[in-house]
């Protein structure tokens, strides 16, 4: 039986530059940074630096360079040792990042997350790569359904942009 699951409310991918193809097998992980006390806190509220906080998810781009899914972070103490995949773990790791992502969405909240690229790695570490990680910190908030962060990579620079 095939079921169909479910775009993450946060997706990104990873185009290599130097190949002009997807990066695949790049980690990358997902943390909320910070959420505003209520709909009517403004967007100012929140730390114009956000602090670093735990991630919360992880994944590996796929070989189109793309999160297909999202798990709990290695650094997280609720991260399955498991090396068989748990459907119901991954629904309720699903269930988790729609809870915080409604949070803007529904609420009207503001909230400040992060996404950390591990360039270094996937580029085989300093004497190839001058970024040993790449983060990007965006904000979501009342009314957007999905937010797609894309990353075009090389080793010496990178860009990003709010994708669709």
Request: hydrophobic share 40%.
């Amino acid at each position: 039986m095939t079921t169909s699951i479910a775009r993450a409310p946060i997706t990104c991918h990873v185009l290599d530059t130097t190949t002009g193809l997807p990066a695949p097998n790049l980690t990358v992980t997902l943390s909320l940074l910070s959420v505003s006390s209520s709909s009517s806190s403004p967007a100012t509220s929140l730390p114009s630096a956000p602090q670093p906080a735990h991630p919360l998810f992880a994944a590996t781009t796929n070989a189109d360079g793309r999160i297909a899914a999202w798990s709990t972070s290695p650094n997280s103490t609720a991260a399955s040792s498991a090396t068989e995949p748990d459907p119901a773990a991954a629904d309720a790791v699903a269930d988790a990042l729609e809870t915080l992502f409604a949070l803007g969405r529904d609420d009207g909240r503001t909230l400040a997350w992060s996404l950390r690229f591990a360039t270094g790695a996937y580029y085989g570490g300093p004497e190839a790569t001058f970024w040993p990680e790449v983060e990007v910190k965006f904000w979501t908030g009342q009314g957007r359904e999905h937010v797609h962060v894309p990353l075009l990579l090389g080793p010496y620079g990178y860009t990003t942009y709010r994708g669709s």
